[in-house]
């Protein structure tokens, strides 16, 4: 039967995608309901911009002067972005590491099942918790804004949730290399996280400098919901340079993986 790989991780998946959802809507609410004060308080921008570039973009300060200003800078840049992203990287880092340390990759491979098979379905699974939390997510807000009588763009913000899945998945797929490249599941967890968050605080920190082009090499250079919720600008070419970096580590993880001995 074609997929079962993929079934039985997906449902392994929907309790955190469901969990997930709940605890990124509950933030979003209260990112809903301090924006007004937040819009409100004209000095709070003023410090922000008195920041250097590289803090204001490492903790999503660039507009603090309008609801979509705050929701994009302080909960879609830091929270879904690098948050989110740095979970899914963390679930794919124990995707095949966890078990092939828990000696089960072994009666994986022993039944009629190729090696690229169990690997790119259990990548596929992530798909459960990324459309989750974008479907979750985006009404809860949308609502959220009615109630506090401060409307979000709609189209926007499904647009920053559309855009954000090749981002998330390239979270994903660097989580899925670490997988391969260790055999102990902690050792790729923490390699998974620590890359993550490397690739976060490089591309804050060359802001504005003379090597700014490192930036780059982060996923986070892609992906820019300050321009989506504030600026109402689609970077469609963002996202299918973060389809094709996706695609690459997934192709590079199936080699090694290929290539690994196990048992």
Same mark, same amino acid.
């Given at each position: $039967? ?56 490492? %903790? ?18 830091? %929270?879904?972005?690098?948050? %989110? ?19 089960? $990759? ?16 259990? %990548? ?24 506090? =009588? ?35 599941? =902690? ?15 490089? =591309? ?15 996923? $986070? ?36 993986? =290929?290539? $690994?001995?196990?048992?």
């Amino acid at each position: $039967m074609s997929f079962e790989i993929l079934r039985y991780e997906a449902r392994h998946r929907v309790r955190g995608a469901l969990g997930v959802s709940a605890a990124f809507s509950l933030l979003g609410l209260v990112f809903l309901a301090l924006a007004p004060q937040i819009v409100a308080g004209s000095e709070v921008q003023g410090l922000a911009d008195a920041l250097p570039p590289q803090f204001r973009a490492a %903790f999503g300060l660039e507009s603090l002067t309008s609801v979509e200003g705050v929701l994009a800078g302080e909960y879609y840049t830091l %929270f879904w972005g690098l948050f %989110f992203g740095i979970y899914l990287a963390y679930s794919a880092a124990e995707s095949v590491a966890g078990d092939v340390d828990a000696h089960r $990759m072994e009666t994986l491979l022993a039944t009629p099942v190729s090696r690229s098979r169990v690997l790119v379905e259990k %990548f596929l699974s992530l798909l459960v918790p990324v459309l989750v939390a974008s479907v979750v997510v985006p009404v809860v807000l949308v609502a959220g804004s009615w109630l506090v =009588e401060e409307p979000v763009a709609v189209a926007d913000l499904a647009a920053l949730h559309l855009l954000s899945i090749p981002y998330l998945l390239c979270c994903g797929a660097i989580g899925l290399g670490c997988s391969v490249a260790f055999d102990r599941v =902690e050792t790729a967890r923490n390699a998974a996280v620590g890359t993550l968050f490397g690739l976060y605080l490089l =591309e804050s920190l060359v802001v504005g400098s003379d090597v700014s082009w490192l930036g780059t090499l982060a996923p $986070m250079a892609y992906f820019d919901p300050n321009a989506i919720l504030v600026g109402g600008t689609y970077d469609l070419a963002g996202a299918l340079v973060l389809l094709g970096i996706t695609a690459a580590l997934v192709l590079a993880s199936r080699v090694r993986f =290929e290539r $690994m001995d196990i048992g």
